[in-house]
């Protein structure tokens, strides 16, 4: 079994910086996509961005700029370093991680979900 769980997430003032971490762990071969999603109340759940397992990354237009995701595969961690934060970039932050098996599958895994509120 896998679990990710984050960490990172809290209060912030608007213009302010937050690090989100996702950390994996469990009986696996390795983490190879994942990505990092908001979902805002009342809203779907959105990608903000993501990073494949060779390291290259793709964000969300919103968040361009202002938000870095980066990777420590020695540790299966993966971090979202955000900064110049808005009150609209309050919501409940998700990881998400494609993970293969010891037996050459590959399963999706969600965290648990960390919440990020900006103040204006």
């Known amino acids: 079994q896998v679990q990710l769980v984050e960490s990172g997430g809290g209060l912030v003032q608007a213009g302010g910086s937050l690090r989100l971490s996702c950390a994996a762990s469990?009986?696996?071969?390795?983490?190879?996509?994942v990505g990092w999603y908001c979902q805002a109340p009342g809203k779907q759940r959105e990608l903000v961005a993501g990073?494949?397992?060779?390291?290259?990354?793709n964000y969300a237009d919103s968040v361009k700029g202002r938000f870095v995701i980066s990777r420590d595969n020695a540790k299966n961690t993966v971090y979202l370093q955000m900064n110049s934060l808005k009150p609209e970039d309050t919501a409940v932050y998700y990881c998400n991680a494609r993970v293969l098996t010891l037996l050459g599958r590959e399963y999706d895994y969600w965290g648990q979900g960390t919440q990020v509120t900006v103040s204006s």
């Open positions: 990073i494949t397992s060779g390291g290259s990354t």
């Open positions: 469990g009986s696996f071969f390795r983490i190879t996509d």
